[in-house]
């Protein structure tokens, strides 16, 4: 039954597709400003629907529901990227800071980095790669 539910979704889910994406994604294009940002986020959309519908139920209007959800996705991966870059700034400072104290660096620090990276490589933990000598 359950199977039967999730193949009658999938083929509304790639109905609305053929039928509404490319007014989904005009309309999210039209809100986010960004032809990627909006592409993405029409996929992502689609992705949500395949997850949700065959548990919640197909929505009454289904391209208002992937709008909604497009626009939703785009503003969590925008503030993602908002989060990733600062902090990516905030390491960048923090490197530059390091290379300017010059006592972080001396041989002895090196060879410590040398024989933990060899010890991590040799860790039996980890399974060899096939054909790797």
């Known amino acids: 039954m359950a199977e039967n539910t999730a193949k009658r979704v999938r083929e509304k889910v790639d109905a609305v597709y053929r039928s509404e994406s490319r007014r989904i994604l005009a309309t999210l294009i039209r809100l986010l400003g960004d032809f990627e940002l909006a592409e993405e986020a029409l996929h992502d959309a689609f992705t949500a629907a395949l997850d949700q519908w065959p548990k919640e139920g197909v929505p ?65 933990a980890l399974a060899p790669t096939p054909g790797w000598r």
């Not at 969590?76 to 990227?81: E, H, I, Q, V």
């Not at 923090?94 to 933990?116: I, P, Y």
């Open 60 to 124: 009454a209007n289904p391209r208002a529901w992937l709008v909604s959800t497009g626009r939703f996705k785009a503003i969590d991966a925008m503030r993602r990227r908002a989060r990733f870059d600062s902090a990516q700034a905030a390491l960048a400072e923090r490197l530059d800071a390091d290379t300017r104290d010059s006592a972080r660096w001396d041989d002895e620090g090196v060879e410590d980095d040398r024989l933990r990276l060899i010890f991590t490589c040799c860790h039996p």
